[in-house]
């Protein structure tokens, strides 16, 4: 796009910034982008109602995990693509390639979840089928209950919701204040180029699949969720202390907490949530905490 001007400001108190052409167009895209947003709410609401009480703290690992490979291979993709005499064009349509194929294979493959109607919940007794394996049927309903609709305001009151949806805020909000401002440290106070960058994302990202796989399994069957939870933070507020320093071994140190503490307690949270919203509210809240 032509980098042309739309707005110029240059003022004592927001400072002299420019508004291009290209810019408009990257917040507009920014803007879509959180519109679309809450497929990552209705993917754990799915795994929510799909999974029982012994398998969800494993599935949500699943589910992280697959979330980290993507950090791992979707920046090492993006680089080799863009050193490629096409820039920054062929990342952009690898991209929007991978999202049609995604749509695809969700209207092709994903099996539709239907919620109980009112009245109802899911029953409690699990069919051991081979489709119960792979976490690909959904539970049968036949309990009444309160029929009651569920408004939103109604989810914060539900026992021990409300506290941890604060929780999910607050942990979400740091990691996004990490995210955000870490590679502004990493070439500011490190002097990092692109390249280090990337390889340093990798890392993390490598080391948290590690904790959130074999790791998390074993740590769930001798301790439970909520000490995960505690223990976890814990260890990934150590992380945000070493960052502060400007030496590489104290910042990969650093990494290594992180991926400890995010991979203990992120999918403990989320398991969490799941089982203390009940059989019943279980969708609608996770849908909440996007």
């Known amino acids: 796009m032509p980098k042309e001007n739309i707005l110029s400001i240059n003022s004592s108190l927001l400072g002299t910034f420019a508004i ?172 990092w180029s692109v390249t280090q960058l990337g390889i340093f994302y990798a890392v993390l990202s490598g080391m948290m699949v590690l904790v959130e796989g074999p790791v998390l399994r074993k740590v769930l069957k001798k301790f439970s969720e909520e000490i995960l939870v505690v223990v976890g933070s814990l260890i990934l507020g150590a992380n945000f202390i070493l960052l502060i320093s400007n030496e590489v071994i104290l910042v990969y140190c650093a990494a290594v907490l992180f991926a400890l503490g995010n991979g203990l307690m992120w999918p403990s949270v989320l398991s969490l949530l799941s089982k203390r919203a009940g059989a019943t509210h279980q969708g609608a809240v996770q849908g909440i905490t996007g």
Not at 28 to 53: E, K, P
Not at 94 to 113: D, H, N, Q, R
Not at 126 to 155: A, M, S, W
Request: charged content about 15%; some cysteine; aromatic content about 12%.
């Open 20 to 191: 291009t052409l290209p810019l408009l167009m990257l917040f507009f895209a920014r803007f879509i982008d959180g519109l679309t947003g809450g497929n990552i709410s209705v993917a754990n609401a799915y795994l929510s109602d799909v999974s029982s009480n012994e398998n969800r703290g494993n599935n949500f690992c699943k589910m992280a995990i697959s979330s980290n490979l993507g950090f791992i291979v979707g920046p090492a993709l993006a680089a080799i693509l863009g050193s490629t005499i096409f820039g920054n064009i062929l990342p952009v349509l690898a991209a929007l390639i991978l999202s049609l194929v995604t749509l695809i294979v969700i209207g092709l493959t994903l099996k539709e979840f239907k919620p109980p109607p009112p009245g109802m919940v899911q029953a409690t007794e699990e069919k051991g089928t081979i489709r119960k394996l792979f976490v690909q049927e959904c539970k049968d309903c036949y309990q009444i209950q309160d029929p009651k609709k569920l408004r939103f305001k109604d989810v914060f009151k539900l026992k021990y919701v409300s506290f941890l949806l604060m929780l999910y805020f607050l942990i979400f909000l740091g990691f996004n204040i990490f995210y955000a401002t870490f590679p502004i440290q990493a070439v500011n106070g490190l002097k």
